[in-house]
């Protein structure tokens, strides 16, 4: 049997359309690898989420608070600033300077708390220092209740 020109390009052909193939079947395996992965994916894109929206939702039920020193006036005075920095009402704030009271007047802690603050609200405690005075650090507890139930917050503010 003699091989013709035209044998050869049969054979050449159906090589090529074998290797054709195989290079689909693989190609097609790993695009279906490729969704497979992009499926486990996105559900863990879409549990994220959710789980970030719940966060979002918790923290608008939630109050926060910043307290810091700030000067006032042209006397150099100084108050104590707390301020409720979260989403929510903060309903019965009390703080609590464990008995020692370093920088805020007594009488401005008995006048305000406790109080409810909403959101960006303010309470401003007038503050003092004498030269026998050693501390820096003026050191309390906060507590509140919010829609997300109660809470509490230590803090240990610089007089400056």
């Known amino acids: ?10 054979i050449a052909a159906a090589v090529f359309a074998g290797g054709s193939l195989l290079h689909s079947i693989r190609t097609h395996n790993k695009q279906k690898d490729l969704m497979r992965e992009l499926s486990s994916l996105q559900r863990e894109l879409t549990a994220l989420e959710l789980k970030d ?8 039920e939630k109050a926060e608070f910043s307290a810091r020193f ?14 409720n ?3 929510s009402q903060a309903r019965n704030v ?16 008995e006048d305000y708390f406790p109080c409810n603050l909403d959101s960006s ?10 030269l026998s005075h050693t501390a820096i ?10 829609n997300a ?4 917050k230590d803090f240990n503010v610089q007089y400056r």
């Open 1 to 10: 049997m003699e091989l013709t020109v035209s044998d050869i390009g049969a």
């Open 53 to 60: 929206a719940k966060a979002r939702a918790i923290s608008k």
């Open 70 to 83: 700030v000067n006032y006036g042209s006397q150099g005075s100084k108050q104590l600033v707390i301020t």
């Open 85 to 87: 920095v979260g989403a």
């Open 94 to 109: 009390q703080i609590d300077f464990q008995g020692k009271i370093d920088f805020v007047m007594r009488s401005e802690v």
């Open 121 to 130: 609200e303010s309470v401003k405690l007038l503050a003092s220092s004498s």
């Open 137 to 146: 650090r003026e050191s309390f507890t906060l507590s509140w209740m919010d």
């Open 149 to 152: 139930g109660g809470n509490r």
